[in-house]
């Protein structure tokens, strides 16, 4: 049975017994979810209706979930069931049915759907707990029995196997797992399950959640009882295909099968080649699903998980022969493999080729001089009788040549070694603190959410009605006072609780005898709470609730605003442009987006135009709402990490741009009045950011620009013509700086001699390692680059300089010396470290800076000492 069809069978099944069927949500969780960075479980979209906190489409529901993990990752390759990208199917039950129906639909779908021999199933049940003061789960064995599965093959086992819980405390419960007896060929006659072996096979796990856990360790029956179910599809596919492993099913095994055709190995070879073609297959396919639900490749978060990934299956095609560039050929057949199921692969195919292709770029150009250097490091610690790598190679193998550290610990252990781990941490630590600039951290945000949720859970829920009016007349559901600030729930409120990216409104209440200003609204699922100043009206009364206008229609104008910009963003540069963020703010927006590299001032022209164009041209923004299915099948733009219910709202630009938003938007374009991009910069790797103004502040920024203008005019002497007398300016200033330049070559030559006079020989190699009377960076290259030149033949060029607290350093390698091993980026790297400073660069040219000039000299004798024990 193909994997298609076991996705169908298993929908089908729960359907036609009541349950929806639910859309896979995104790899990226909810921004409501900080416990993770990326969906780990089949349960995990579902955690706030466990919980409570929403109300789910249906008390039935049947999906098929994405996942990714990484605990395991370096197993990946070495067994034949882990994977970092994977499926879960799973049905779901909010208070429904229980233990009586979950077991024998169990039963049936197994033994009857997918065709499995019921005489070589197993099934394993909660035996017990001492310390909770739970027996064996009677009801699941009673059940198990009458469905006909013998006593024989009812396993009883432990907490820690056969009982289910979210953390120390909270929702928790027995479970019961299904699994497949695949012979003695496996694994020995007395094995069970439950037992480290190979002979049974879980496939499918039933918990039945049916306590709160609490502190102290006592269970409270849920008030709620609740069913959930986790298949793994993989590992299904594998047993219905009668294949060994998770990497021959027919999703996984065309992957192998372009590893074997790209490399001219077999995948029958076994050892390091099999163990390389499965991390190939795995950590292609998982980067395309990451692609394409919004993660690009950074050093940060989820970011890093998704390069850390793609440069594992990097390193290990390298080590199959694979020829640069390959990477992309298994992202596309990911596409072609997947994208039936997952339509979003082929939506998002031109950004995940983008992505795979610079990260396989941008790697490959250190993987081998990383490798070489690694293995040498290896050797060395081999032939000294030490069983580890010192943590501070481990750190340069990191931080010069952009080595993964988990890549590094991998290959290490592969050669029978291992790192100092908490040597390596605080070397990063002390990176980390000298790149501080300082960042405000705020306490006390966890017990804020929590009596928040507690308040709007005692009450029903609010009703919005912020899109059709900004002031309504209304019942107060609730009030809790103090530290000067209450919370408020009212029946209904034209408040905007923040969320996309908009921030909260502000306004005021009133009511007989009082007001009080609305300084927050707080979003709770569908719901929201108001914090207002003082003590708050008393319950129950009428109140006036009126939102600030002003306000609120500058933060329209905005949010339009930040739709046009998006659209245009991705008209200019490609549809691999995703928002990354927002801000949407009444004085400004800020927008973060997936691009590899800075705009420049002709883009961000071109983007500016194109977005007044649209403000222009009147268009109309209509809003509406309608299932997920259809918007999706519209076109409509989701904003990775925001979640979304089955019926969601659709804004529509016409003809520019139609997106998912909940947030509030000015009527036609015309009313956002004028765009103004304030500034564009780097948010985080390959995510850039703009800042931009409209209506009222950017008229305020033009204004700004006319008087700054006019003031040039005055001090230049010409205020009626500011720029002629600039471009006068301008031309005696480029006299005077010909004559200064001409001087200044001159003492550079003139310095060049002496330091040529200074060279000294090092094997086969000319160097020069000295100080510089200067220390601006550019003088320094153009003096390096004097003496190169000067010096002609194989040579290694070091040259430092101070000024003030401020220390330069220039390392040139001829290309000769670049082939005996010789690297600027390397040597730059040791020095620095020195004089506290970074830097980087190309193997034949480095800078760095640093902030401790009493260590230049210093700095220069671990340069020599690199290029002498490299070369000499």
Partial sequence: MKAAEIRRTYLSFFEERGHKIVPSASLVPSVHDASVLLTTAGMQPFKPYFLGREEPPARRLVDVQKCFRTTDIEEVGNTARHLTFFE??????????????????????????????????????????????LGPDEEAIAVWRRVGVPDERIVRLGRGDNFWQAGPSGPCGPCSELYLD?????????????????????????VFMTYDLGDDGSLTPLPMRNIDTGMGLDRMAAI??????????????????????????????????????????????????LIADGVVPSNEDRGYILRRIMRRAIQQGSTLGLEAPWLGRFAERTIEIMAEAYPELAAERGAIARWVGDEEESFGRTLERGTELLERLIVEAKESGTSWIDAADAFKLHDTYGFPYDLTKELVAEGGLSVDDSGFEELMEEQRQRARVGAATAHGSENTHERVAIFAAAAAPTRFVGYETLRASTGLAGVEGGDGRALVKLEESP???????????????????????????????????????????????????????????????????????????????????????????????????????????EELRAVEDRVNEWIKASRPVRWLEMERAEAERLGAMALFGEKYGEWVRVVEVDEVSRELCGGTHVANTAEIGIFKISSEGSSAANVRRIEA?????????????????????????????????????????????????????????????????????????????????????????????????????????????????????????????????LSAAAIVGEA????????GGRDDMAQAGGRDPAKLDEALATARGAIEREAG
């Fill in 182 to 206: 695949r012979g003695e060929d496996f694994g020995a006659a007395g094995e069970r399950p439950g037992d480290d072996t190979d002979r049974f096979l879980e496939f499918w796990n039933h």
């Fill in 88 to 133: 879960m199917l799973g049905n779901w039950s909010f208070g429904d049915y229980f233990k009586e129906e979950s077991i024998p639909w169990g039963w049936e779908l197994s033994t009857q759907g997918f065709g499995m021999d019921p005489e070589r199933i197993w099934v394993t049940v909660f035996g017990g707990d001492e310390e909770l003061g």
């Fill in 240 to 289: 219905l295909q009668d294949v060994p492993s998770v990497f021959e099913t027919d999703v996984v095994r065309p992957l192998v099968d372009l590893a074997e055709e790209m490399s001219g190995r077999s995948y029958a070879e076994g050892g390091a080649v099999t163990r390389a073609m499965r991390i190939v297959a795995d950590h292609s396919r998982g980067a395309a699903f």
């Fill in 693 to 821: 103004l409209t209506g009222p502040a950017a008229i305020d920024w033009f204004r700004q620009r006319e008087d700054s203008l006019r003031e040039v005019g005055e001090l230049l002497g010409a205020p009626q013509d500011p720029l002629s007398a600039a471009r006068r300016a301008a031309e005696r200033l480029r006299e005077a700086g010909a004559g200064a330049e001409q001087a200044q070559k001159q003492v550079l030559g003139e310095e060049a001699e002496r330091l040529v006079g200074q060279a000294t020989e090092v094997g086969a190699l000319q160097a020069v390692v000295a100080r510089a009377p200067l220390a601006d960076q550019k003088q320094l290259l153009e003096l390096a680059n004097r003496v190169q030149s000067k010096l002609g033949g194989d040579s290694a060029i070091v040259l430092g300089g101070a000024e003030g607290e401020k220390v330069a350093l220039v390392v040139l390698v001829s290309k000769a010396a670049v082939g005996h091993g």
């Fill in 832 to 839: 620095a470290v020195v004089v506290g400073g970074g830097g």
């Fill in 495 to 601: 408040f905007y609780a923040e969320g996309g990216g908009q921030v909260a409104d502000s306004g005021v209440l009133r009511w007989d005898g009082g007001e009080a200003r609305v300084l927050d609204v707080y979003r709770v699922g569908n719901d929201q709470v108001l914090a207002v100043e003082g003590s708050g009206p008393a319950a129950p009364i009428q109140v006036s609730a009126e939102v600030d206008r002003e306000t609120r229609h500058a933060t329209m104008r905005n949010h339009t605003a930040t739709h046009l910009l998006h659209a245009a963003l991705r008209e200019r540069l490609g549809t691999h442009v995703r928002q990354a963020g927002s801000a949407v703010r009444p004085d400004k927006l800020r927008f973060d987006f997936t691009h590899g590299q800075g705009l420049g001032a």
